[in-house]
């Protein structure tokens, strides 16, 4: 007796629009999250530097800046910190983006029948998950050098959330050069940008104290405005302004980058089938 068989196609297939994207999303964000988790190079990026970087900034700046005015500098550096986590945890992601293009793994989930924004949603989903555990062990770092929750808990939960937010439009331009990228050198090459960004900055030292050409390029660049809403939430200050601004440098950078990024991870994906 003769047994057929027949080789799936693509009518075979669910629709794609048989799968929610908010539930493709969540699926997609999981399985990063659980290979960022085995992987020490993400997890060096996200949590062991930063909690290092700030204990450096402590004990050998803290009093300086602290003298210089604006606050105990612990307030100022525990947020710099964990946006510099969230900037540089999104390069090692975007290295593993490029492995999985190389390897043709980008191209087998392409062509799963899901919805594809899933793709990128999901991923998007995943840094703000993975910036949002490294913050607040960073914070847990910090109580000990005098940082403090002074306005209560829903207060503490918006300054977790800021480097969420953050982090999330970071990744759109990552995620554009990543998909494009020759290879992991240009990527690494945003690191040059990121350090820039690391030194010119409302946290690490007072933006009164830059010299005054440079003043409005700190004031206005997108960690400052998000530093001044972490430390408005966990020591006191102006919070609603410089939450509005981060809030809109992220959106600036999806709708700016946004389609490079689509675009690219669709090249990405497709010139390996």
Known sequence: MTQTTTTPTASTWPA??????VRQSLVH?????????????????????PAFMLLMFQLV???TVTSMGGGDSVYGNAGLVALVGALFGTLA?????????????????????VPRAGFIAGRLLAEALRTGPATII??????PLGFRFEHG????LGAIL????????IAVPVIAMATVA????????????FLLLLFFNGGFAPVTEYPGWLQPVVRHQPMTPAIDAIRGLTEGGAVAKPLAITVLWAVGLIVVFGPLAVRGYRHAAEQRR
């Not at 964000?29 to 530097?49: C, E, K, N, T, Y």
């Not at 975007?94 to 087998?108: F, K, M």
């Not at 800021?162 to 439009?169: H, K, L």
């Open 61 to 63: 700046l803290g009093k």
């Open 182 to 193: 020759s290879g992991k050198q240009a990527v690494q090459q945003l690191g040059g940008l």
């Open 162 to 169: 800021v480097p969420m937010i953050f982090a999330i439009g």
């Open 138 to 143: 960073l914070f847990l770092v910090a109580i």
């Open 153 to 156: 808990v829903l207060a503490a």
């Open 29 to 49: 964000a999981s399985a990063l999250l659980r290979s960022w988790s085995r992987d020490p190079g993400i997890i060096v990026q996200s949590m062991v530097f």
């Open 93 to 113: 992601t975007a290295i593993t983006l490029i492995q999985e293009r190389d390897t043709g793994l980008l191209a087998r989930t392409w062509t799963l029948p």
């Open 16 to 21: 794609r629009h048989s799968v929610s994207l």
